[in-house]
């Protein structure tokens, strides 16, 4: 206690040096805080886009319809399903305006039961969501590039029909793949332009946020045999390769954050060591060990340390909780969305709030305190009083 006690007053003496210290692991700190918490909230952002808005929580299909997405690979019957679920039926259609056409996949659904899986019926901005066959909603961003408004007539050809739908509603959903290429029509509507006797391409179907993975193992285990269930990371596609490699990201940064921990306690702690070298040879004639005065300099680091962990893990919490619940990555994502609308990209991104950030911080900051430290106290256990008085 009176090591820690002298310990203590030399952090409080020394106070440029403790005030760098301590500013060199509230910036590491505060990094490690903020990278954990940008990642897991970009990968929530994507989870929830997919889930709620391109794709769905759980799909179910037939195995040969995941390797060739053709409605001849459809559902000729619905299997039995105790989740709330919808039928879904995605084909591939030309869109005809009076301007202009183009070409994507159109997905025809179930206006009610869609509302129980999907953010889609809730995010039309202009005019309404389907109510009975002969309408169609639009993606508002796609609906501009038809030049189709509301009211007007959109043909969709398959190849082997035609069906002319009334434009009743324009969605703006912040979700590149829904504003840019979102095509909505009636069930009944898709059955007609792929043959009736196809019902759906697949179902979707609902899943408590972070159990969807669980889900469809469970399903995977009791559905009829051909028949194969997929969660939302699996429907993410080429996307879900790019988020985990970003996620790789987390070793050379942590360890870029450790080595400049280090390299700020070594250098702290070594330039003190140098400028107090009388003083500590009046400890050691004083009978203070040479082991002791090594333990004085490791506490006097590991208290300034603790004081620039706890501050920047305040500072830091109050920096994920303010972009947790303000949009400040909107304008960056917006950008996204424009510039890769396919991708699944949200407009907004909120990071990730978790409690154990702390732990990885702190143990950033302990490590890298602890490898820095093996230097100095190296130094002060090899030396007497002899090279304390000489300053060498």
Do not use: C
Not at 238 to 266: C, H, K, N, Q, W
């Amino acid at each position: 206690m009176s090591l820690l006690r002298l310990a203590w007053r030399n952090v409080l003496r020394q106070r440029r040096r403790t005030a760098l210290l301590s500013l060199v692991v509230i910036y590491v700190t505060v990094a490690v805080l903020f990278l954990l918490g940008f990642l897991d909230g970009y990968g929530e952002s994507l989870v929830e886009a997919y889930a709620r808005y391109v794709e769905a929580p759980v799909a179910v299909a037939k195995g040969e319809w995941w390797q060739d997405p053709d409605p001849e690979h459809g559902l000729r019957a619905l299997p039995p399903i105790r989740e709330p679920h919808t039928p879904r039926l995605a084909l591939y259609a030309l869109f005809r305006s009076p301007y202009r056409t183009e070409g994507g996949v159109a997905l025809g659904v179930d206006p009610e039961g869609e509302k129980v899986l999907s953010r889609v019926p809730f995010k039309v901005a202009t005019g309404r969501w389907l109510q009975r066959p002969g309408e169609v909603v639009l993606g508002h961003r796609l609906a501009e590039r038809l030049d189709v408004r509301l009211g007007e007539r959109l043909v969709l050809e398959t190849g082997r029909e035609a069906l002319g739908l009334q434009v009743v509603g324009l969605v703006r959903a912040g979700v590149g793949n829904v504003d840019f290429a979102g095509v909505y029509l009636h069930l009944e509507d898709a059955r007609r332009l792929v043959g009736r006797e196809v019902l759906a391409t697949h179902l979707a179907v609902a899943a408590p946020r972070g159990r969807e993975e669980a889900l469809a193992r469970t399903l995977n285990q009791t559905l009829p045999q051909g028949l194969v269930a997929k969660g939302v990371w699996d429907l993410m596609g080429p996307i879900r390769a790019d988020y985990e490699g970003s996620r790789l990201l987390y070793i050379p940064l942590l360890g870029l954050f450790m080595l400049l921990a280090a390299i700020a306690v070594t250098s702290t702690v070594y330039v003190s060591v140098r400028e107090r070298l009388r003083e500590f040879a009046v400890a050691e004639s004083l009978g203070l060990a040479p082991f002791r005065l090594a333990g004085q300099v490791a506490l006097e680091a590991a208290l300034a340390s603790g004081l620039g962990l706890v501050l920047g893990l305040l500072l830091g919490y109050a920096l994920l909780y303010y972009t947790a619940t303000h949009d400040v990555f909107g304008p960056l994502m917006r950008l996204s969305v424009e510039l890769l609308p396919e991708s699944g990209l949200s407009e907004h991104l909120y990071t990730a709030l978790r409690p154990q950030y702390a732990l990885y911080a702190g143990g950033v900051v302990a490590l890298s305190a602890l490898l820095a430290l093996l230097f100095p106290g190296r130094l002060l256990l090899r030396m007497g009083v002899p090279q304390y008085l000489k300053g060498e």
